[in-house]
């Protein structure tokens, strides 16, 4: 990091994830940036930024010198670091832009009135790049600077988004034909997660606390519950079908639930079971790195049972099985996608619907709002285990 | 005052008290000493009940503490154990105003309270009300324990091992700082220790224990110069004469008389400092006396190894 | 004790015969088939043999998982040496970052990218596989204790040497919990690999799925799931063997997403 304020320009000439950037950077501008697509399933024809635009070109090229200049001005690291957030905020957007303006152009000039945008290598190397440039130096800039930068890319993506200027954007172009159908399976993608999550804290927690205290339970429950974490998600998902179509046919009040072999119901429950070995391990080792001698300090200075409970064992868990619960998230939603294939409903109906129609943007489209759903489920998570109680350093 | 009357506790089928009967005067510290496993942790947790007694009574001002509900009992008495035990997930404020706070004391008192109490046991109030225990060292953690179990003033302080797991050198820092607070303070105190050293430097009484018995009850210095068998002899030490010279204070013996030592003389004793820290410095030089200065650095008089002899002998035939 | 050892010996050889004798016997394999699913009457997925999706898959699984732990482990200790070290948050920051990413949707962008097949699933489960590997080989190196690698300095060793007789050693048992959640990792994603052609287990569950055989899909979840068993016990096997038998099982540091 680059907390050393008094750093020669020598060390920052060397100061190697920047030149690294700057490299992966400059890769971006002569890779194709985009593919010009006729059409969804046309493979499509590649254009490189040097080519397309000249002034576009010495823009970038400056925005990348920017960081080796930056490196060689003396000034204080704070600000440094700033600046070279900065820059990467930049190149973080600039690529979507260049789309908007440079990609829509060349469609109107090729007449491909239906054509389409796909981003490309040069596309995703500059994002790369920026995300360097932006991870490695927002926390050296301390203070706000790097929440701010988060909320300007955001709301200059949603901007752009909103005044459709992404229009031409190949998976932009999928997500507008299915606009309605691509809300509802957010929302279901949401609601298998949580009810299989939430099913998990329920059975997870008190199965951590049993296993604690009962060392005779903690072996079997471990090992089974790590054995199904280990079998692959599409197995246990096909596992689920044959006794949950065999319990449907024979209890006809369970298909009225809608308890099916295939669907929601085995996609809920084999997610929920896999969702247990985090819960259940992190609730263990919240009990078990409790410190004997504070529960005897407490109790030495005259806590109840309950005061115990609520002001100390309770607060010093409750992170360690947090976390325990984000890791679950993260993974659950994950892994709902692969639920699709058995009938489930979630933003996997798009990635297997592109895989089966070899249609690249819609499966861009599938990938992009679940890897999203992930980080933010995560950093969500990060933030309240961070801030609700302080103190206590996180077990992960 | 805190009675021991023939005290008998079981773990499963071993007898860890065996009938101990001891009593804790008010207002001085009374140091409980042994080998590991004589009982001497288990008798101080029959004090606010973390333990009961199978059998026998323990009393606090004459009432067994038995009669009292158990959590009025400990929030009266003053807890501080070896690794300090707080609260991890509270700031150095707040685990010092626990105990007010299950009182019921408001927020205003709790927090001029607790920086009073950092001022007191010698830390920055300002810098350190808001620190987390994972930011303290062991032993600033070990003095917010002791605030913490100041905190709501209690008569009785029972202190488990309270600096066995501070490096030695801050060790002896933490015993002088807790021997003056004492003195201001005056609690009623069991203090639990294996180090016999720091019995002899905090103790105004020792009660040596072994197997859940009772040995020996005396003034340190009694001990030292009159262990009473074969274990209590072993247990102090072939230096307990010297031990013994470390209850003695330099400026009880010295002579007043200033006229046979020479000003510019290099080596020289406090005032405040014990005949075991005077015999060493006398060691040390050719003569066998050395000037005795007072904090100003004047000189008040002079120690003879004869004065400290006389006390280490005195001391062992009275 | 010993009576119950044994006996859990012979429970593990029994499974392993028929867990064989399901994969490689065809009539073996009808006949359980048969008792499970009396309505169903293709039993037998015949495009393929179970034997030859098996090896697919145990071939996918094997080569991107070398590879990638050659990988992570190549950039976990050169992010550790003083020459790396200016990259050592970055790729710490961008490997935890990364590892957010569900592994079935770096299998999905595998296809836009590579296309279909085999070797664009290989890539795939390379790329997510570093990770594991990659972040044990950080947290294993760094959590040597530095007083020793000042004592081995202080003998003498040249850093190679330190690395070699130090630090590798003692990270070993972390590294190699990271090596399994990767294999593990990969074991799964590659059932998914199916439907991106690579072939493997998923093929005969993805043909279940599609034309509604459950007795297709139980073929394929069966094995896939004793072979992703079987490895897991056969790495912590090695860990027992190699390693001080502690705790046996599972250290604390295998990193609970054994997804997809």
């Not at chain 1, 190397?125 to 300007?152: C, D, H, K, Y």
């Not at chain 2, 860890?16 to 947790?45: E, Q, R, W």
């Not at chain 2, 030695?168 to 105190?189: A, C, D, G, H, Y």
């Not at chain 3, 790729?91 to 097949?117: D, W």
Request: glycine share 10%; charged share 15%; net charge positive.
């Amino acid at each position: 990091m680059v907390t050393d304020s008094g750093a020669t320009v020598e060390s920052w000439l060397v100061r190697k994830p920047v030149v690294f950037a700057v490299i992966i950077g400059a890769t971006g501008v002569f890779l194709p940036l985009f593919t010009i697509r006729e059409h969804r399933l046309d493979g499509g024809t590649g254009l490189s930024l040097l080519s397309a635009s000249v002034p576009y070109s010495v823009f970038l090229t400056a925005c990348l010198m920017v960081p080796v200049v930056i490196s060689l001005v003396r000034m204080p690291a704070r600000v440094r670091a700033g600046f070279l957030a900065g820059i990467g905020s930049v190149l973080i957007v600039l690529p979507w832009l260049l789309a908007a303006t440079i990609g829509s152009s060349v469609l109107v000039e090729r007449e491909l009135g239906l054509g389409r945008v796909a981003p490309a290598g040069g596309f995703w190397f500059l994002i790369l790049s920026g995300i360097i440039l932006f991870s490695e130096f927002s926390r050296a800039a301390q203070g706000w600077t790097g929440t701010l930068l988060v909320v300007a890319i955001s709301l200059c993506l949603f901007v752009m988004f909103w005044l459709g200027l992404l229009e031409d954007i190949a998976f932009i172009r999928e997500y507008r034909v299915r606009e309605e159908r691509f809300f509802s399976e957010l929302i279901a993608h949401l609601r298998i997660a949580a009810m299989a999550v939430g099913s998990a804290v329920l059975v997870g927690v008190p199965a951590g606390i049993a296993s604690y205290r009962y060392p005779v339970v903690r072996k079997p429950v471990f090992s089974v519950v790590s054995g199904l974490q280990t079998i692959p998600s599409l197995a246990l998902f096909g596992l689920m079908i044959a006794p949950l179509a065999f319990l449907s046919q024979r209890y006809p009040f369970l298909r009225q639930l809608g308890i099916r072999g295939i669907g929601n119901a085995p996609a809920i429950i084999a997610l929920f079971l896999y969702s247990l070995l985090p819960i259940l391990r992190n609730t263990y080792t919240s009990l078990s790195v409790m410190d004997p001698a504070v529960i005897e300090a407490g109790k030495g200075m005259g806590m109840t049972q309950k005061q115990l409970l609520f002001m100390l064992e309770i607060p010093v868990a409750l992170p360690i099985i947090l976390s325990g619960i984000r890791v679950a998230s993260v993974q659950t939603v994950g892994n709902t996608t692969v639920a699709a294939l058995i009938g489930a409903g979630g933003l996997g109906n798009f990635v297997f619907q592109g895989l089966g129609q070899a249609a690249p943007d819609l499966i861009v489209m599938g990938v992009i709002p679940i890897v999203v759903l992930a980080i933010v489920i995560d950093r969500v998570f990060g933030f309240f285990i961070g801030r609700a109680i302080p103190g206590v350093r996180t077990v992960e | 005052m805190i009675e021991f009357d023939r005290v008998v506790k079981y773990y499963g089928t071993h007898r860890a008290l065996d009938g101990v009967t001891f009593t804790v005067p008010d207002g001085c510290v009374t140091v409980l000493i042994g080998p590991s496993g004589c009982g001497k942790s288990t008798s101080l947790k029959l004090v606010n009940r973390l333990l009961e007694p199978d059998d026998g009574y323990v009393r606090v001002d004459g009432r067994p503490v038995k009669s009292f509900a158990v959590e009025e009992l400990r929030r009266g008495i003053g807890y501080v154990i070896q690794s300090a035990g707080l609260l991890p997930h509270m700031t150095v404020q707040d685990n010092i105003g626990l105990v007010p706070r299950l009182l019921g004391r408001d927020k205003t008192w709790r927090r001029t309270r607790a920086l009073d109490l950092l001022e007191l046991i010698g830390l920055d109030p300002h810098s350190y009300a808001r620190k987390y225990p994972s930011q303290l060292s062991g032993g600033e953690a070990q003095r917010v324990g002791v605030a913490r179990a100041l905190a709501a003033n209690p008569p009785v302080l029972l202190m488990d091992e309270p600096f066995g797991a501070v490096d030695p050198l801050n060790r002896e820092t933490l015993q002088n700082e807790f021997i003056s607070l004492q003195r201001k303070l005056k609690k009623t105190v069991i203090f639990v220790t294996h180090d016999l050293d720091e019995a002899v430097r905090v103790a105004d009484r020792i009660v040596l224990m072994q197997d859940g018995l009772v040995i020996q009850e005396a003034a340190p210095e009694e001990l030292l110069g009159h262990p009473s068998n074969a274990f209590a002899r072993e247990f102090v030490g072939t230096d307990r004469a010297l031990k013994r010279l470390g209850r003695f204070s330099v400026s009880d013996y010295m002579s007043q008389d200033t006229s046979r030592v020479e000003s510019e003389d290099h080596t020289s004793v406090p005032a405040s400092a014990t005949l075991r820290e005077a015999l060493s410095r006398i060691l040390a030089v050719p003569s066998d006396q050395i000037p005795v200065r007072d904090a100003q650095n004047r000189i008040l008089g002079s120690i003879s190894l004869e004065a400290i002899r006389r006390a280490g002998y005195g001391g062992a035939s009275t | 004790m010993k009576a119950r050892s044994s006996l859990i010996v012979v429970t593990f050889i029994v499974l392993f015969l028929v867990f064989g004798s399901f994969v490689f016997s065809v009539s073996f394999r009808a006949t359980i088939l048969r008792v499970l699913f009396p309505a169903t009457r293709e039993l037998i997925y015949l495009r393929t043999g179970l034997p030859h999706m098996l090896g697919e898959h145990l071939s996918l699984v094997l080569l991107s998982s070398v590879l990638a732990s050659l990988a992570g482990f190549s950039l976990g200790v050169f992010v550790t040496r003083s020459c790396g070290r200016d990259f050592l948050p970055l790729v710490r920051g961008l490997s935890n970052f990364a590892q957010t990413f569900p592994p079935v949707a770096i299998l999905a962008l595998a296809f836009p990218v590579l296309g279909f097949g085999f070797r664009p699933t290989v890539a795939a489960l390379f790329a997510f596989g570093i990770l594991p590997v990659l972040n044990n080989t950080i947290e294993g190196i760094e959590s040597v204790d530095a007083g020793l690698i000042e004592a081995a300095q202080g003998q003498g060793m040249t850093p190679s040497q330190v690395l070699l007789q130090t630090e590798l050693p003692l990270a070993a048992r972390v590294i190699v919990a990271g090596i399994r959640t990767s294999v593990i990792i990969n074991i799964g994603t590659a059932t998914i690999g199916a439907t991106i052609g690579a072939g493997g287990l998923g093929t005969v569950i993805i043909a279940g799925l599609v034309r509604n055989n459950t007795a297709f899909v139980f073929t394929g979840a069966v094995t896939a799931a004793g072979v992703a068993l079987a490895t897991d016990w056969l790495f912590s096997r090695l860990e027992q063997v190699f390693f001080n038998p502690q705790d046996g099982g599972r250290s604390g540091h295998d990193s609970t997403r054994h997804s997809s």
